[in-house]
């Protein structure tokens, strides 16, 4: 399995959809081929039409507010005493977090193909924040799927998609967290493809929806690039980009720009969701090597049992808990171009609470497991090493979480 | 030498009737119970079609998932479900047997060992709802080898080009979904509709078993008394829910209610 050069990642897969010859794939309904066919059609029309890619940058730049800060973490930096720590503060963006890409993206080819509704799956309740926030500003209505085990822990991104007029359907099978809502929001669109488009909230599904969720978050890496070049004026020699990794929408999009620079100059490190220290359960399949298998329409490691039933998953934080994995990241892995590990939800939290002291910066749950592992690696690393995190949520729908498991003195009150 | 699933739709052809395929999860509501239901009902349908049971399933309603859910629930594995195809197979009034589900457990199983076992255990056909033409294409001639009736499924949505390539890599037996819907939706268009669909699929194919799925039951089922077969599936899954939520044996209720499905389009 080889990753090609200057070919960009989202085209690489075979003539099925496959990354590698096996991962991602179309395992869907005969019902949904249609719908599939014409959306890959009209996305690799559109992706390279130059009026289509103007009014995307419009929007990311004047609705989205592209680019979002790359700054330099000044305080953590010294406390930890090792390598620079920055970080991209993607949560900057329109809605607080990276989501808001793939839903405008998503959004944009619905309106283009004359559909009138959207629907989404949410599982922190960002996709579906922005997918509410997106459909609103084109005119969309807007059906937003959410497991109900979701819908309470994460009630300040409901209450923002009630507020954008989205309906919120809750999703009461299985373990009613993102998985259930993936699955309750691609059996509605069996059932009204004809009118309805589908947004899925990460790089996970069918093939053609890793394609177009990679192809939107890649704006975080285009900005960075630029930024890199104006800050150092050049790519560093030395530069370690950390993500959380649930999905694998921000992860890709963090690093996309930089795939053919060699590993020991521009190094990936997903981190996965560990799960509580003394769980057997966790999010994390690339981390604790789950075997391959069909979830959501795209074969991946995924975590299951021996007959292929797909095991619930236990995180702190929503929009990583989920048993799979995107194709991109499975091919990521096993071309070894990224490097994977696993941060526990207590690590993720103890991050959250150093990042908070010193720096005027809040992320979420998400990329507090990035935060996690990069501060512990930076401390082992050298003063010219580059290490950014990309702070793709903002921490403000996890305050209840936050209040219950440290006290109210780290949440804001705004 | 017919196969057994071309020789039941050939014995409802010369009674002047189309074949009546029922659809139960395996392990609902235990294993027991659905050996027993597979028992009973064979009396009155010609092909049963076996669900297995998968907890993420992409196609299904709340019925079929509320069924799968229970089975899962009550610990059926890969394993079980053969041995209780096998153990029907022995019965005196046996059918032939559809597995129905998803291409994960197949894919975790092995394709070759899964195949191997349903040979063994009597299954005699699969429909894999998430594994579409062209991606069955390797594995529906693996099932042809084996004797095993791969069977494709069509929609509304099919286009004129694929249905032409997809009939024509079928084996004996193709299943048309009536309607955009998951299963046991309720029928959103006319039956006059469906029956043209179902007949140019004919037209293309029609030395084909063509069988109609998805919003059939007791109130529709009338209407397509001039086909090859019809599936019912949500609402018999539907009896065992309301049977086990009312303390009374879905076996029973299960069996009256398919002799009833049997006797409107006889």
């Given at each position: 399995?080889?990753?090609?050069?200057?070919?960009?990642?989202?085209?690489?897969?075979?003539?099925?959809g496959?990354?590698?010859?096996?991962?991602?794939?179309?395992?869907?309904?005969?019902?949904?081929?249609?719908?599939?066919?014409?959306?890959?059609?009209?996305?690799?029309?559109?992706?390279?039409?130059?009026?289509f890619?103007?009014?995307?940058?419009?929007?990311?730049?004047?609705?989205?507010?592209?680019?979002?800060?790359?700054?330099?973490?000044?305080?953590?930096?010294?406390?930890?005493g090792?390598?620079?720590?920055?970080?991209?503060?993607?949560?900057?963006?329109n809605?607080?977090?990276?989501?808001?890409?793939?839903?405008?993206v998503?959004?944009?080819?619905?309106?283009?193909?004359?559909?009138?509704?959207?629907?989404?799956?949410?599982?922190?309740?960002?996709?579906?924040?922005m997918?509410?926030?997106?459909?609103?500003?084109?005119?969309?209505?807007?059906?937003?799927?959410?497991?109900?085990?979701?819908?309470?822990?994460?009630?300040?991104?409901?209450?923002?998609?009630?507020?954008?007029?989205?309906?919120?359907?809750?999703?009461?099978?299985?373990?009613?967290?993102?998985?259930?809502?993936?699955?309750?929001?691609?059996?509605?669109?069996?059932?009204?493809?004809?009118t309805?488009?589908?947004?899925?909230?990460?790089?996970?599904?069918?093939?053609?929806?890793?394609?177009?969720?990679?192809?939107?978050?890649?704006?975080?890496?285009?900005?960075?690039?630029?930024?890199?070049?104006?800050?150092?004026?050049?790519?560093?020699?030395?530069?370690?980009?950390?993500?959380?990794?649930?999905?694998?929408?921000?992860?890709?999009?963090?690093?996309?720009?930089?795939?053919?620079?060699?590993?020991?100059?521009?190094?990936?490190?997903?981190?996965?969701a560990?799960?509580?220290?003394?769980?057997?359960?966790?999010?994390?399949?690339?981390?604790?090597?789950?075997?391959?298998?069909?979830?959501?329409?795209?074969?991946?490691?995924?975590?299951?049992?021996?007959?292929?039933?797909?095991?619930?998953?236990?995180?702190?934080?929503?929009?990583?808990?989920?048993?799979?994995?995107?194709?991109?990241?499975?091919?990521?892995?096993?071309?070894?171009?990224?490097?994977?590990?696993?941060?526990?939800?207590?690590?993720?939290?103890?991050?959250?609470?150093?990042?908070?002291?010193y720096?005027?910066?809040?992320?979420?749950?998400?990329?507090?497991?990035?935060?996690?592992?990069?501060?512990?690696?930076?401390?082992?690393?050298?003063?010219?090493?580059?290490?950014?995190?990309?702070?793709?949520?903002?921490?403000?729908?996890?305050?209840?979480?936050?209040?219950?498991?440290?006290?109210?003195?780290?949440?804001?009150?705004? | 030498?017919?196969?057994?699933?071309?020789?039941?739709?050939?014995?409802?052809?010369?009674?002047?009737?189309?074949?009546?395929?029922?659809?139960?999860?395996?392990?609902?509501?235990?294993?027991?119970?659905?050996?027993?239901?597979?028992?009973?009902?064979?009396?009155?349908?010609?092909?049963?079609?076996?669900?297995?049971?998968?907890?993420?399933?992409?196609?299904?309603?709340?019925?079929?998932?509320?069924?799968?859910?229970?089975?899962?629930?009550?610990?059926?594995?890969?394993?079980?479900?053969?041995?209780?195809?096998?153990?029907?197979?022995?019965?005196?009034?046996?059918?032939?047997?559809?597995?129905?589900?998803?291409?994960?457990?197949?894919?975790?199983?092995?394709?070759?060992?899964?195949?191997?076992?349903?040979?063994?255990?009597?299954?005699?056909?699969?429909?894999?709802?998430?594994?579409?033409?062209?991606?069955?294409k390797?594995?529906?001639?693996?099932?042809?080898?084996?004797?095993?009736?791969?069977?494709?499924?069509?929609?509304?949505?099919?286009?004129?080009?694929?249905?032409?390539?997809?009939?024509?890599?079928?084996?004996?037996?193709?299943?048309?979904?009536?309607?955009?819907?998951?299963?046991?939706?309720?029928?959103?268009?006319?039956?006059?509709?469906?029956?043209a669909?179902?007949?140019?699929?004919?037209?293309?194919?029609?030395?084909?078993?063509c069988?109609?799925?998805?919003?059939?039951?007791?109130k529709?089922?009338?209407?397509?008394?001039n086909?090859?077969?019809?599936?019912?599936?949500?609402?018999?899954?539907k009896?065992?829910?309301?049977?086990?939520?009312?303390r009374?044996?879905?076996?029973?209720?299960?069996?009256?209610?398919?002799?009833?499905?049997?006797?409107?389009?006889?």
């Amino acid at each position: 399995m080889k990753l090609k050069k200057r070919i960009p990642v989202i085209d690489q897969g075979d003539k099925l959809g496959f990354w590698g010859g096996k991962f991602g794939g179309n395992f869907v309904p005969e019902t949904l081929k249609k719908p599939i066919e014409d959306l890959e059609k009209q996305f690799d029309k559109l992706k390279s039409d130059k009026k289509f890619i103007k009014e995307r940058d419009k929007y990311f730049k004047n609705w989205i507010g592209a680019p979002t800060r790359f700054i330099k973490l000044n305080n953590l930096t010294n406390h930890i005493g090792g390598a620079q720590i920055w970080s991209k503060v993607v949560s900057d963006a329109n809605g607080g977090a990276h989501k808001i890409y793939n839903a405008t993206v998503h959004c944009l080819l619905a309106k283009r193909s004359g559909k009138k509704i959207i629907i989404g799956d949410t599982g922190a309740g960002y996709a579906g924040k922005m997918l509410s926030m997106a459909a609103m500003k084109f005119g969309l209505k807007c059906k937003i799927f959410m497991g109900a085990k979701d819908i309470k822990r994460q009630q300040p991104n409901v209450k923002a998609m009630k507020k954008n007029g989205a309906d919120v359907i809750p999703v009461y099978s299985g373990s009613q967290t993102l998985v259930d809502a993936v699955s309750e929001c691609m059996r509605y669109w069996v059932a009204n493809c004809d009118t309805t488009a589908m947004c899925v909230g990460s790089t996970v599904g069918p093939a053609i929806f890793v394609r177009i969720c990679g192809w939107s978050t890649s704006q975080i890496s285009r900005e960075l690039k630029v930024q890199l070049i104006q800050e150092f004026g050049e790519i560093p020699k030395k530069l370690k980009l950390y993500n959380c990794v649930g999905g694998g929408s921000s992860s890709f999009g963090f690093w996309n720009e930089f795939m053919d620079y060699d590993k020991k100059q521009v190094e990936f490190i997903g981190v996965e969701a560990g799960g509580p220290a003394k769980s057997k359960r966790h999010a994390a399949p690339l981390t604790y090597g789950s075997k391959i298998g069909i979830l959501h329409g795209a074969a991946q490691y995924v975590n299951q049992n021996s007959d292929g039933q797909i095991e619930e998953t236990e995180s702190i934080s929503a929009g990583l808990d989920y048993p799979g994995i995107s194709p991109l990241h499975c091919f990521l892995k096993d071309t070894k171009r990224a490097r994977y590990t696993a941060a526990s939800d207590e690590e993720a939290l103890k991050a959250y609470q150093i990042v908070t002291k010193y720096e005027n910066l809040r992320p979420s749950l998400e990329p507090s497991h990035a935060f996690s592992v990069a501060i512990k690696e930076a401390k082992k690393l050298s003063k010219n090493t580059i290490v950014i995190i990309n702070s793709c949520g903002d921490a403000y729908k996890d305050r209840g979480i936050l209040e219950k498991k440290l006290g109210k003195k780290y949440v804001k009150s705004n | 030498m017919l196969n057994p699933i071309s020789l039941a739709f050939k014995k409802a052809k010369n009674e002047n009737r189309p074949a009546l395929l029922t659809y139960t999860v395996a392990g609902d509501s235990s294993k027991k119970q659905s050996l027993e239901i597979l028992k009973t009902i064979s009396n009155y349908a010609d092909i049963l079609e076996v669900g297995v049971p998968h907890n993420t399933p992409v196609a299904d309603g709340g019925q079929i998932q509320t069924s799968a859910y229970r089975a899962i629930k009550n610990g059926i594995k890969m394993n079980d479900i053969f041995k209780i195809v096998s153990d029907f197979k022995k019965s005196k009034n046996s059918k032939p047997v559809i597995f129905m589900g998803y291409y994960n457990m197949i894919f975790q199983y092995g394709e070759n060992n899964f195949l191997k076992k349903c040979k063994k255990s009597g299954v005699n056909g699969l429909i894999v709802v998430d594994l579409p033409w062209p991606e069955n294409k390797i594995f529906s001639k693996k099932c042809k080898k084996n004797s095993i009736n791969f069977i494709q499924l069509l929609s509304p949505t099919t286009s004129n080009k694929r249905l032409k390539s997809i009939t024509k890599d079928s084996h004996d037996m193709i299943y048309y979904i009536s309607m955009l819907s998951t299963t046991g939706g309720k029928l959103k268009i006319s039956p006059k509709k469906i029956l043209a669909n179902y007949n140019k699929i004919k037209k293309i194919s029609p030395k084909k078993n063509c069988v109609i799925g998805f919003g059939i039951t007791e109130k529709t089922i009338s209407n397509f008394k001039n086909t090859d077969g019809l599936v019912v599936g949500s609402q018999i899954c539907k009896e065992i829910t309301r049977s086990l939520n009312n303390r009374q044996n879905p076996v029973i209720n299960v069996s009256k209610m398919v002799s009833k499905l049997r006797k409107q389009i006889s």
